[in-house]
């Protein structure tokens, strides 16, 4: 029920602002568009439904360990 109501109280604005938001193939550049030089932390979260999206997470996860954090740059 909580989740259901969060659908009508964030914007996809605040969407955009908060978060990266892409495709496989894209989520590792927006993120570090987004958080290069700007936070310490990121998360990423996916769930693998096939061998195939377990090798692009695996790839993902490598990109974004080279983002440099905001102590780092």
């Known amino acids: 029920e909580?989740?259901?109501h969060m659908v009508d109280v964030v914007t996809d604005e605040m969407m955009d602002e908060l978060c990266a938001i892409g495709t496989w193939d894209q989520i590792a550049g927006e993120m570090r568009t987004k958080y290069a030089g700007t936070r310490?932390?990121?998360d990423f979260r996916a769930v693998?439904?096939?061998p195939d999206e377990v090798d692009q997470i695996k790839e993902i996860v490598?990109?974004?360990?080279t983002i440099p954090?905001?102590?780092e740059s």
Do not use: I, W
């Open 62 to 65: 490598a990109q974004l360990k």
């Open 48 to 50: 693998p439904r096939n």
């Open 2 to 4: 909580t989740g259901d």
């Open 69 to 71: 954090t905001a102590t």
């Open 40 to 42: 310490t932390l990121v």
